[in-house]
Nanobody
């Protein structure tokens, strides 16, 4: 099992930046593909970015491509989401999630993620 704790959310103006961090417990963090999801009020939870177990493969939703960067440090048991050029439509609760996998690829299906953090609020003011 892995426990996930997000940090780094907050209020930022349009065009600003934030870096979210997700700290994971456990000794097998490198066996988990990781993802960042977000959920805005009245909307479904959606994937933002995902990274493979070793960090070599990454995925970005079209809406954040070129602005967000996902990375991980398996030695430190942390996954990061660097968010630049933030827009009001990026406002949401952001969740870190993990799924145990044997393949060296990212996972996009929300239903496959068994472990979730508590979420951190990101608000972008216009």
């Amino acid at each position: 099992q892995v426990q996930l704790v997000e940090s780094g959310g907050g209020l930022v103006q349009t065009g600003g930046s934030l870096r979210l961090a997700c700290a994971a417990s456990g000794r097998t963090f490198s066996s988990y593909a990781m993802g960042w999801f977000r959920q805005a009020p009245g909307k479904e939870r959606e994937i933002v970015a995902a990274v493979s177990r070793g960090g070599a493969r990454t995925y970005y939703a079209n809406s954040v491509k070129g602005r967000f960067t996902i990375s991980r440090d398996n030695a430190q048991n942390v996954v990061l989401l660097q968010m630049n050029s933030l827009q009001p439509e990026d406002t949401a609760v952001y969740y870190c999630a993990g799924t145990l996998t044997t393949v060296s690829d990212y996972v996009l299906d929300l239903k496959r993620y068994a472990y979730w953090g508590q979420g951190t609020q990101v608000t972008v003011s216009s």
